[in-house]
């Protein structure tokens, strides 16, 4: 079924006014989940939101908290998240990061004690918007095996690199998984085989079923052991510079990710270098790689073109959502 952006943010902040949230941090939160679903990432939109009402049932998120500043250095700063909301730490921490590079022409903002940020590409659009370079990533539980290794001892580390462009921002959203495991549930979940291997199953078969990679918590890295070395490097960088907990020190026996550590970093080209080629340079590299060739494939894609474009057709069409998970959502108001 379809619903309307309108209806979707609608329903969402009802149900986060109810809970308790302050009606700004309400505003923010139900818009990132909107706009989530409305680009397609439905695992980590309103298919995530009964998780993360969860995540406040059961304490792991504190609805009043905000992160704090700890420690600044010029263009680097360290904030503590207070267990709070973890898109709106996100949120908050990349716009501290804009803000610094306005300023200096970069900016670092390192984040510690945080709860799982949703979609990490959210924070990637919202620099772009801005009209500044952003790279931001977080660590996660243990859910990823280490190349050569059965039991998970890495995270799957999601990382986001985003480019502003005037005709289409370039984003590139991943996980350092093959498949992240939201990807992995959206397949299982519609009941679909993945379209090339993403991991093990329990007998150490390489396999495309998502629901046998779930079940063995043995996903593939990226680029086999090149993958493994950037998970472990982003698990360590995070944590040294927020001061926060790494990846092995997070909890790993409950579903809900909190104690995180991430990074944002932002960079203000226009404080850099006011040269105006630097928009006609981008354009000439997205040119150049979407060349037609003699190859019959499809079109080559940038990163986040196809969020363009699924954005643009929920927006006419409406926004697809499962009947069963909508209904949900639409039920939390009366049980709260």
Not at 135 to 157: D, F, H, K, V
Not at 183 to 201: A, I, N
Not at 292 to 299: I, T
Request: glycine share 10%; with cysteine; aromatic share 8%.
């Amino acid at each position: 079924m379809r619903i309307s952006y309108q209806e979707l943010y609608d329903c969402l902040l009802g149900v986060l006014l109810k809970t308790g949230f302050a009606a700004d941090r309400a505003e923010l939160c139900a818009r990132l989940f909107a706009d989530t679903t409305r680009d397609g990432v439905y695992s980590h939109g309103v298919n995530r939101f009964p998780r993360f009402m969860e995540m406040i049932r059961n304490g792991i998120i504190d609805i009043h908290a905000r992160s704090e500043l700890v420690d600044s250095h010029g263009a680097f700063e360290r904030w503590d998240g207070k267990r709070g909301a973890g898109n709106l730490n996100a949120h908050a921490s990349m716009e501290r990061a804009i803000a610094l590079s306005r300023a200096h022409g970069i900016g670092c903002v390192a984040l510690a004690n945080t709860n799982h940020w949703m979609r990490g590409g959210s924070y990637g659009w919202q620099a772009a918007d801005a009209g500044v370079i952003g790279i931001c990533w977080t660590n996660t539980m243990p859910n990823l095996p280490p190349w050569g290794a059965n039991e998970p001892r890495l995270g799957n580390n999601p990382l986001v690199i985003a480019v502003p462009r005037s005709d289409g921002h370039i984003v590139l959203d991943m996980a350092i998984s093959q498949f992240s495991y939201g990807t992995l549930e959206s397949y299982r979940t519609r009941g679909e085989q993945l379209p090339v291997v993403g991991g093990f199953d329990l007998e150490g078969n390489l396999t495309r079923d998502p629901g046998a990679i779930e079940s063995s918590r043995r996903p593939l890295p990226i680029g086999y052991w090149k993958g493994s070395g950037l998970a472990l490097m982003l698990d360590m960088l995070a944590a040294l510079l927020s001061g926060g907990e790494a990846t092995h020190q997070i909890r790993a026996d409950v579903p809900q990710e909190t104690g995180l550590s991430q990074m944002f970093i932002a960079f203000d080209l226009q404080s850099i270098d006011k040269d105006a080629a630097n928009a006609e340079l981008i354009n000439q590299i997205i040119e150049f790689v979407q060349r037609p060739d003699a190859s019959s494939a499809a079109k080559v894609r940038y990163p986040g073109q196809r969020a363009l474009e699924i954005r643009r057709q929920n927006l006419t069409e409406g926004i697809p959502v499962e009947p069963e998970v909508w209904e949900k959502v639409q039920g939390m108001s009366d049980k709260l």
